[in-house]
């Protein structure tokens, strides 16, 4: 089909997708080494890198390509210590593809098993990150102070082995000297990680094997549960609270569960919590902010339409006078924008408590089409905030070029 394509087509060979990968990366992802020299014959560059700065090598091995792995390192000996544009290696991807004999290979040839990318990840890090328990352990016994190495954020491999949804991945970290208790610099546990993926499996075995960390809370004193809101996962949630969380709970900010699944446009959550808890409907937080202040920073038009339906008055405002359309624009949500204009045209002209219009915040966000939206919808683009402001002001203090110009 290659060979077809090329012939017919010959100019396509040259042609790249919206990530700047040419088809000698696919080919190398493939796998295929008879498609990838054939290709080349065309004269494709074989250095070409995506828009992550990736190189042939990465896609291989990326996809445990081994004997891909093998012609590239052997015909472009010097690409084995290539790497992308978060400094991962070639190993890096080796380890989340799980395959042991491609990882060996390149740490053979010389690529150093403790290299580390931008974030610190190491290479069992990165296996975790994908639940791959055999190059876990593969990983373990071969290099095992790696077990302890932290990212930048603190986080063990474990912690990825939690978000990954790997329950098997995880009890062997445990078993082979992982602290269970273990919190990062943000004081988030591992049932914090596993609920903001929804990771049902992981949920359930911290649980039955550690009972109280259903109680613990992070910095931010956000429960499990505000992260299985937030991540938009009934079934997670509802086994929390099965357990013995509060549905009540509150973080430091006074969010709701509510608020978390409403801030992520979680409908199905936003749903379930409402039916279940109806009176949490008009709960705000420290600063005043309703659900519907969430939902409109979200940009889900389905969720705030059906918080307004079940009672929220969409005419509430935060602490600061702001308005559900100062919510949208801040964040740059063109639709809710158009929705909030189009069902209630006055709150167009509505201002905060420093007389920052939608169309200030607006220019803050940088999104020129949500700008030019509301300006044609009789929006004055001169006006001034209590301090003065102008629009300009307001871009050129969140370094916003395209909104600027």
Known sequence: MTKYLVQTYPIMLQEIDNSKRTLAHNAALDGNVAV????????????????????????????????????????????????????RTLSHNAALSGNIAVLSYIIKRGIDPWCRPSAEETLLHRACNNGQLEMTKYLVQTYPAMLYELDDS?????????????VAVLSYLFKRGIEPWCKTSEEVTFLHRACIDGQLKVTKFLIQTYPTVVHKVDNSKR???????????????????????????????????????????????????????????????NKRRSLAHNAALSGNVAVLSFIIERGIDPWCRTSEEETLLHRGCINGQL??????????PKMLHEVDNSKRTPAHNAALDGNVAVLS????????????TSAEETLLHRACINGQLEMTK
């Open 223 to 285: 429960t499990p549960a505000h992260n299985a809101a937030l991540d938009g996962n009934v079934a997670v949630l509802s086994h929390l609270i099965e357990r013995g969380i509060d549905p009540w709970c509150r973080t430091s900010a006074e969010e709701t569960l509510l608020h978390r699944a409403c801030i992520n446009g979680q409908l199905e959550m936003t749903k379930y919590l409402v039916q279940t808890y109806p009176t949490m409907l008009h709960e705000v937080d």
């Open 36 to 87: 990838l020299s054939y290709i080349n014959e065309f004269r494709i560059d074989p250095w070409c890198r995506t828009s992550e700065e990736e190189t042939l090598l990465h896609r291989a091995c990326n996809n445990g390509q081994l004997e891909m792995t093998n012609y590239l390192v052997q015909t472009y000996p010097t690409m084995l210590h290539e790497v992308d544009n978060k400094r």
């Open 335 to 344: 639709e809710i924008t158009k929705y909030l204009v189009q069902t209630y």
């Open 373 to 384: 939206y509301i300006i044609e919808r009789g929006i004055d683009p001169w006006c001034r």
């Open 154 to 166: 603190k986080r063990t491999p474990a912690y990825n082995a939690a978000l990954s949804g790997n």
